[in-house]
């Protein structure tokens, strides 16, 4: 066997690695990143991989391995000190870290962004509540940042004028915040119960008020209708992708509205399969009228 087929079996290895991570954890977002096409779909899943490790880390997985709190912080300090590494180097003995580092390097990711990303995640370890200002360097860091990372992925081999760029940047902000509020409110007994958390600034979520629920939907409604003006301007091979997440975030924020406040601390909220594959179809039949230049 040639000596580059060794390496190029163990890059499909790790491809298939990360993916498995991501299938494993969200049903959801697996389904999604179907529509995109497959270099794209190959990278998002491989950046997607990663931030659920690290997510793992902060989540309670280390701790649940017998480690103390100042092991978890050592554990997430390593890691992202790998992650910053992974792109120098062409082989790495994790797979997801592997298939991370080929992504970061045909995407030329931001460190700066991967360190606001491993910021917020190690807020998780040291603060259970926030005010206006943690919560938005929280939510740039652990969704926004993400949002612009996906969207440098989107936009290899695709380029785009400066204006257009910025309005991408800004609707990838506005949609990962809002994929993270979305969460927030749909894990509401976990972070409360289990991780002790409470994000939103003050709301007190174990006994949230149907007027709290109902500005944080009309809040995330609003970035996800921010979001959803700039499709169009991607490139057709992330089109239908982003569709289809937008608009099952959005099923899933109308249930989370359709639901009384007091409910949503006692249970998650999940949109049926047949409603998603529904969503998704409709998006791909969307998608195509936009690549013909019609929404």
């Given at each position: 066997?040639?000596?580059?087929?060794?390496?190029?079996?163990?890059?499909?290895?790790?491809?298939?690695?990360?993916?498995?991570?991501?299938?494993?954890?969200?049903?959801?977002?697996?389904?999604?990143?179907?529509l995109l096409s497959p270099?794209?779909?190959?990278?998002?899943?491989?950046?997607?991989?990663?931030?659920?490790?690290?997510?793992?880390?902060?989540?309670?997985?280390?701790?649940?391995?017998?480690?103390?709190?100042?092991?978890?912080?050592?554990?997430?300090?390593?890691?992202?000190?790998?992650?910053?590494?992974?792109?120098?180097?062409?082989?790495?003995?994790?797979?997801?870290?592997?298939?991370?580092?080929?992504?970061?390097?045909?995407?030329?990711?931001?460190?700066?962004?991967?360190?606001a990303f491993f910021a917020?995640?190690?807020?998780?370890?040291?603060?259970?509540?926030?005010?206006?200002?943690?919560?938005?360097?929280?939510?740039?860091?652990?969704?926004?940042?993400?949002?612009?990372?996906?969207?440098?992925?989107?936009?290899?081999?695709?380029?785009?004028?400066?204006?257009?760029?910025?309005?991408?940047?800004?609707?990838?902000?506005?949609?990962?915040?809002?994929?993270?509020?979305?969460?927030?409110?749909?894990?509401?007994?976990?972070?409360?119960?289990?991780?002790?958390?409470?994000?939103?600034?003050?709301?007190?979520?174990?006994?949230?008020?149907?007027?709290?629920?109902?500005?944080?939907?009309?809040?995330?409604?609003?970035?996800?209708?921010?979001?959803?003006?700039?499709?169009?301007?991607?490139?057709?091979?992330?089109?239908?992708?982003?569709?289809?997440a937008t608009n099952l975030?959005?099923?899933?924020?109308?249930?989370?509205?359709?639901?009384?406040?007091?409910?949503?601390?006692?249970?998650?909220?999940?949109?049926?399969?047949?409603?998603?594959?529904?969503?998704?179809?409709?998006?791909?039949?969307?998608?195509?009228?936009?690549?013909?230049?019609?929404?």
């Amino acid at each position: 066997m040639p000596e580059f087929d060794y390496l190029n079996r163990y890059d499909r290895m790790a491809v298939k690695a990360a993916h498995k991570v991501i299938s494993s954890y969200s049903t959801s977002f697996s389904l999604a990143t179907g529509l995109l096409s497959p270099s794209v779909r190959r990278d998002i899943r491989n950046l997607y991989a990663m931030v659920r490790i690290a997510d793992e880390i902060v989540d309670g997985t280390v701790e649940a391995a017998g480690a103390s709190h100042r092991e978890c912080e050592q554990v997430l300090d390593d890691y992202e000190a790998a992650v910053l590494a992974a792109p120098a180097q062409r082989f790495h003995v994790d797979p997801v870290l592997h298939a991370y580092a080929q992504t970061a390097r045909r995407c030329d990711f931001d460190p700066a962004h991967v360190r606001a990303f491993f910021a917020s995640m190690r807020r998780d370890l040291t603060q259970s509540s926030h005010d206006q200002g943690s919560f938005d360097e929280y939510v740039y860091g652990s969704a926004e940042v993400i949002g612009l990372l996906c969207l440098q992925a989107f936009l290899v081999d695709h380029p785009v004028t400066d204006a257009e760029r910025r309005r991408l940047e800004a609707g990838a902000r506005s949609l990962g915040s809002a994929f993270q509020k979305v969460n927030f409110l749909r894990d509401l007994r976990e972070d409360a119960g289990v991780l002790g958390r409470s994000y939103f600034p003050g709301v007190d979520i174990t006994s949230l008020t149907e007027d709290d629920k109902s500005r944080l939907v009309a809040e995330i409604r609003g970035e996800l209708a921010d979001a959803a003006a700039v499709i169009p301007l991607l490139p057709p091979t992330a089109r239908a992708g982003v569709l289809a997440a937008t608009n099952l975030f959005a099923e899933l924020n109308e249930r989370i509205d359709a639901t009384p406040a007091a409910e949503l601390a006692r249970r998650r909220i999940s949109v049926p399969r047949r409603t998603k594959a529904a969503i998704l179809a409709k998006a791909v039949a969307r998608s195509s009228r936009m690549k013909e230049g019609r929404s």
